[in-house]
């Protein structure tokens, strides 16, 4: 799961923004600097870290180096903080079923033999072979297509960018969750949210989501994210078992992960140490978002 779930986000925010139609409009006003958004966050003590918005993924690495101020910010830290170590050598089979259940009982009839045309067009036939995997390891085999079919990689995401340049420039490299922890949030994520995850992976394979998404983190647009967080947040689905399904998603996914990666940052500056720290912009912005915990504890949040 870690970060391919993020794609159903953006996939939330430009649904979120296509029925307001105000994409455009909002990005017309923009005043902030343009490029990916950082923030100078700062406790009375006047010690300082920094919070530099990420996005998983990128068509080519056109956009590095970024801009002077958040790369002196970089260079002006001795330690990096990521969510998790995403360049790590790790085992990550895909999970199956071991209760007798196949994903047939998992995901209903439309919707797999919809997934497994798709999977056909990438592999060319489909003999039953992924049947035994969870819906989850289905979300993120259908997502990899998604991804990799609208021209995107993650190679050239902007938390890898700084995890890469960390380890070659000797940094300091923290994780402020890690990959066992974001695992096991898959644990409360249902097959209703799943098979809702996957049918707008189905429906996005154009990859104007993640087009949309990219124009609003290039521009470092933090007034179109912020709305489009918080209208995702609040957005009411027809089946109530899915709204509140949903909701315990959102729990878990955002506003326990916001304060878990708020409180780490408030580590780092207690122990005087300058960290840079990077995490996905979908955690940062929002009425439950880091910068709100840590402005809501006293902290000094500057966007700069």
Sequence with gaps: MKKRILLFLCLLLAAALSMQGCLSSLLSVQTERRGPAMWIIEDNDGHRCYLF???????????????????????????????????????????????????KDHLSENVYNAAVSLIKIRDGEYKGQYDDYTIAAWYSILDQYVTSSSGYSTEYGTDVYFVK?????????????????????????SDRVYEAFIISLLNSRGGSSLSSYDTI???????????????????????????????????????????????????YLASGERVFVAVDCSHIVGNDGIAAVLQSGGYKVIRK
């Design 53 to 103: 918005g990420t996005f998983y993924a990128g068509k080519d690495d056109s956009m590095f180096p970024l801009s002077d101020v958040i790369e002196d910010a970089y260079s002006y830290c001795s330690a990096v903080a990521v969510e998790y170590d995403m360049t790590a050598d790790v085992a990550d089979a895909a999970p199956v079923y071991d209760d007798g259940t196949t994903i």
């Design 165 to 189: 340049k960390a380890k070659a420039d000797n940094k300091k490299l923290y994780e402020l969750e890690g990959a066992e922890y974001l695992d096991g949030i898959g644990a409360y994520i």
């Design 217 to 267: 983190y290039k521009n470092g647009d933090m007034t179109t994210l912020t709305y489009a967080v918080n209208s995702s947040r609040s957005a009411q689905y027809q089946d109530a078992a899915l709204s509140a399904d949903m909701e315990t998603y959102y729990t878990k996914m955002f506003t326990e992960r916001n304060i878990k990666i708020a409180d780490g940052i408030k580590e």
